[in-house]
């Protein structure tokens, strides 16, 4: 049973450039979380997608987007890259809605390096 | 807002020496608490977890107890092995929602 499976695993952008990330959930989940995790810091919540709608958001601006499909694979697309936004990108999957109390299962993350 | 605080590392440990990470928390509500474990190269893994008041979490020989008067969910482990060796992030979540991580402790244990 194959879990949570990001693409790429690595990728090198430059400032100003456009990306997108994606991620197929673990088998029987349809809800999908990304997370941002910088050098020596803990992850950081992006946003959620169920039913091909987002459904909660952090503190992030309008340039980080996603969109979840009808077999529940997201992407996370990020416009005008910044140096900042250099960090290991995870994706969560759980089933029905629910959250961590409930069963997330991380994909092992795309590392984006923008220079 | 919710807010988790866990001890700065590295936590630099002899196999089978005691381990205690701290983490203490701020939270409006009642969440729930976890701690995850990051090996080199890995996304996150579940380690243990706690809903309410005075449970404990345990999982491979960890325990953390969801203590409320304290706002603290400390990590123990009575004797840690080289393959504990990793990152670990105590979190919070309420009522659901995302969770809100601490910056990561990490854990070197040498034999």
């Known amino acids: 049973d194959a879990g949570v499976t990001q693409s790429p695993t690595h990728l090198i952008k430059t400032r100003g450039q456009q990306v997108t990330l994606r991620c197929s959930p673990k088998s029987g989940h349809d809800t999908v979380s990304w997370y941002q995790q910088a050098l020596g810091q803990g992850p950081q919540f992006i946003f959620q997608y169920y039913e091909e709608e987002e459904r909660q958001r952090g503190n992030f601006p309008d340039r980080f987007s996603g969109h979840q499909f009808p077999n529940y694979s997201s992407e996370l697309n990020v416009n005008a890259l910044l140096l900042g936004d250099s960090a290991l990108y995870l994706c969560a999957s759980s089933p029905r809605l629910t959250g961590p109390d409930r069963g997330y299962t991380f994909g092992s993350g795309t590392r984006l390096t923008v220079v | 807002g919710d807010s988790v605080t866990q001890m700065e590392g590295p936590v630099t440990l002899s196999e089978e020496a005691f381990l205690t990470i701290n983490c203490t928390y701020t939270?409006?509500?009642?969440?729930?608490l976890f701690w995850y474990v990051q090996y080199p190269g890995e996304g996150l893994q579940l380690l243990l977890k706690?809903?309410?008041?005075?449970d404990k979490g345990s999982n491979k020989g960890f325990e953390a107890t969801y203590r409320k008067e304290t706002t603290s969910f400390h990590l123990e482990k009575g004797s840690v092995q080289v393959s504990d060796s990793a990152v670990y992030f105590c979190?919070?979540?309420?009522?659901?929602?995302?969770?809100?991580f601490g910056k990561g402790t990490t854990l070197s244990v040498s034999s």
């Open positions: 979190a919070l979540s309420d009522l659901e929602t995302a969770l809100i």
């Open positions: 939270a409006t509500g009642y969440p729930s």
């Open positions: 706690a809903t309410k008041a005075d």
